[in-house]
């Protein structure tokens, strides 16, 4: 007996996941039309109020007009669309469930799961409680940090309007929004490591993803059994990291010494970013810049006065993304890890594909592949739209293409420029980015097709 209601007429969990983003937008745009959401007379137009409500939903960062533009009813309801949007609806949804009820449904397990990532659909429930209590604690410990420097560093006016910046920036870096209260982001912090340090750290945290937190407290936790003498039993039991944990963190320092090293190197003697800087603001600029681009989308420096090569690096970081089931967006770091070893063992010849002495699945390869000619598809015409219809260059084009699949949110300056139908398509790239390409389309297709034959084998020429 089929149960009445939306549940019964949706097939696929990925369908739920894109619906919850659409509604959640859907009620950001309406509120960020009212007038109470702007400091001036009069609320945003509906192009803006939809852009700006996307962007923070989808945690990008992009946007059609400063952020200053809005009053604090209009920010506070920007703070509240990243938060959620970073969390993930069905992931509140289930922590209330689990709250209220001690338990989670089956049919919520499976949505939660196409959010978060989760592997291990019965063990959704410990995720989940261990998602918000790493969300507080960073979330909490940034802001603490930042209101001591904001307040002390003569930022803000008073302690109060310290707290409320603090807490609007901690929330924006753990979720890799990228979005700030200040017009200029954050190049006004480009000289003040206390700043700069601490939210690189907060969006770093925030982009590693959920399930590798919960591997790493369960180790944390197994350690600290054992030098109490006690035996950990069951779930607990200390395993092997997982090849996932070693391929995030292995691919999440390459990522975090290549990037910086990159823009050192391009823009050393560049007088619009880092060659005004002495040594030290040099290099701190530079790690920022070059971690930024996993997905956090804050500058301390002008984006637009960036070296082509240096456009072009950040781009590829920006596709590439962080870790799966984390605050970010991208194609993630596993995927073009994988990628990257089916080229390695093609060149050695080898039949299976490997990875730190594990063989990966034929299947899992397929999803890797599909996922980044999907992505790279749908970043080229975007693309293309934008140099045919906005006249920008190949470069502009590119990096605001990327941006927003990426849900990175940094810009050349190019974003407020762009016509009513480039905003709409920006707008579509940050929903599929931040829902996934491959989720995305799976979302569209209403039942899966399995083939009960298979046709004879033939092969063409390759190359």
């Not at 009069?42 to 992009?62: H, I």
């Not at 030290?280 to 420096?301: C, M, Y």
């Not at 693309?383 to 990327?402: C, Q």
């Amino acid at each position: 007996m089929r149960r009445p209601g939306l549940l019964s007429i949706v097939h696929n969990p990925a369908q739920l996941v894109v619906a919850a983003f659409a509604v959640l937008i859907g009620i950001g745009t309406v509120l960020l039309l009212l007038p109470a959401a702007t400091d001036g007379p009069g609320g945003a137009g509906w192009e803006d109020a939809l852009f700006v409500s996307t962007s923070a939903t989808t945690v990008t960062g992009l946007s059609t007009v400063p952020t200053t533009t809005f009053s604090l009813f209009g920010e506070l309801v920007i703070l509240a669309l990243i938060q959620i949007g970073g969390f993930g609806i069905m992931t509140i949804g289930s922590v209330f469930a689990l709250i209220a009820m001690r338990r989670i449904g089956l049919r919520q397990r499976m949505l939660a799961q196409a959010e978060i990532g989760a592997v291990d659909i019965g063990e959704l429930g410990r995720l989940l409680r261990a998602i918000a209590k790493i969300t507080v604690v960073v979330e909490g410990g940034l802001a603490m940090i930042l209101f001591g420097r904001f307040w002390q560093g003569g930022y803000e006016d008073g302690p109060v309007g310290a707290a409320y910046s603090a807490v609007f920036h901690s929330v924006s870096a753990f979720n890799n929004a990228g979005m700030s209260l200040y017009p200029d982001n954050l190049e006004g912090f480009a000289g003040d490591p206390w700043v700069i340090y601490p939210i690189t750290a907060g969006f770093i945290v925030g982009g590693l993803g959920f399930p590798l937190y919960v591997e790493v407290v369960r180790r944390w936790r197994h350690e600290r059994d054992e030098r109490r003498g006690l035996e950990t039993l069951g779930a607990d039991r200390a395993k092997p990291w997982s090849l996932h944990a070693r391929i995030t963190a292995g691919a999440t320092v390459i990522l975090l010494v290549g990037g910086p090293l990159m823009v050192l190197a391009f823009e050393w003697t560049n007088p619009g970013t880092l060659g005004p800087f002495g040594i030290f603001e040099k290099l701190s600029n530079a790690w920022f810049q070059g971690v930024t681009p996993r997905t956090a989308g804050f500058n301390t420096i002008d984006t637009g006065a960036l070296n082509e090569t240096t456009l072009l690096g950040m781009s590829i970081l920006m596709f590439i993304g962080a870790g799966p089931a984390s605050t970010s967006g991208g194609i993630k770091v596993t995927t073009a890890a994988v990628l990257a070893a089916v080229i390695w063992a093609q060149i050695r010849g080898e039949s299976d594909v490997n990875v730190l002495r594990r063989r990966l699945p034929p299947s899992m390869i397929r999803q890797a592949v599909t996922i980044a000619l999907l992505s790279i598809g749908f970043v080229g015409m975007t693309s293309l739209v934008f140099m045919a219809s906005d006249g920008l260059g190949l470069s502009d084009a590119l990096f605001e293409s990327t941006s927003a699949f990426g849900t990175v949110g940094l810009s050349t300056g190019v974003t407020g420029s762009i016509s009513t139908g480039g905003h709409l398509v920006l707008t579509l790239a940050m929903i599929c980015g931040r829902v996934g390409p491959l989720t995305f389309v799976t979302a569209i297709t209403l039942a899966e097709r399995t083939r009960l034959y298979r046709y004879p084998e033939e092969r063409p020429i390759i190359g």
